[in-house]
């Protein structure tokens, strides 16, 4: 599966053989006007991927410098899908950073007892697992 | 301390533009603080609503005014909006979010909304955003295709204190 990489923003693909997550590491910014068109199908192959993987998906979100609202509705989308197929999804965050600490621990609405969403703090000083 | 007063031709790539230009203003006046990103978050939320939903022609471009002294940051957006459905849909936003005791409820419930209703337009998010992860009161006028939203940030006795 290969990254994407639109505009200022690029995820790269991380992987490894199972059991460990497809990895998906943000970086940059996502700031397009409609990034669902972009990211939709990302997200989707990403979902794929790990499901005949029989993985998780961990998406690092440390070193993205911002996103917009648009963005943040794409990952609801990706929340609810990846749910509906039994995904595990992991989102990791930079707690010292006080927009992502925000952004992110807000997503924890959406934490069921199913555990197949985790919302994962890391301070910028921790290695990467 | 700081004001800057801009007006934009309208271009979805301006939002960007004056967004990391904010970012660095914000670091240049105040430090290197997380109130730098919440300016910078604040004033693309606002300009991504006036150039998504405003009239891009020459009497209508968008105006960012923000002003920034020791106790409280103001962000203002003014355009001339496409039609007056835009602004009553933002005036809806901005009661909605103040019928919840706090902007972080208000953002969930936004949050929880799309995800039942994903295609919703003009989903009212990013005021939340800017309400919520902002820390601002939002406040907003609609006079003769005119649209200003209004953005105020307490900052403290000092811009450092806000970093939270």
């Known amino acids: ?129 | 301390m700081l004001t800057l007063d801009v007006t934009l031709r309208g271009d979805w790539d301006d939002v960007e533009r004056v967004r990391s230009s904010v970012w660095n203003c914000v670091t240049a006046a105040l430090g290197p603080f997380d109130v730098r990103d919440a300016f910078a978050m604040v004033v693309a939320e606002l300009l991504e609503n006036a150039v998504k939903h405003g009239s891009s022609n020459d009497c209508g471009p968008p105006r960012l005014r923000l002003s920034i002294d020791p106790l409280r940051g103001v962000v203002t957006v003014r355009n001339v909006v496409v039609s007056d459905r835009c602004a009553e849909r933002v005036l809806r936003s901005l009661e909605w979010l103040r019928g919840f005791p706090t902007s972080e409820e208000a953002y969930m419930a936004r949050l929880l909304a799309l995800a039942e209703c994903p295609d919703e337009g003009g989903s009212g998010l990013g005021l939340a955003r800017v309400a919520y992860e902002g820390g601002c009161t939002l406040s907003a006028d609609y006079d003769g295709g005119v649209l200003s939203v209004t953005a105020v940030m307490d900052l403290g006795p000092s811009p450092a204190t806000a970093r939270g």
């Open chain 1, 1 to 129: 599966m290969e990254s994407l990489k639109a505009g200022d923003l690029v995820i790269e693909v991380l992987q490894a053989l199972p059991p460990e997550p497809l990895r998906l590491v943000w970086r940059g910014k996502s700031n397009e006007r409609n990034p669902s068109i972009l990211l939709a199908p990302f997200f989707a192959r990403s979902i794929e991927e790990a499901s005949q993987r029989g993985v998780a998906i961990e998406m690092h979100f440390e070193a993205l410098d911002h996103f917009n609202s648009s963005t943040i509705t794409a990952l609801i989308q990706l929340i609810q899908d990846a749910r509906r197929r039994g995904i595990g999804l992991v989102i990791v965050y930079d707690a010292s950073v006080k927009w992502q600490r925000l952004s992110f621990e807000a997503l924890r609405v959406f934490s069921k007892g199913d555990g197949l969403l985790e919302l994962r703090a890391r301070a910028a000083a921790e290695p990467a697992a």
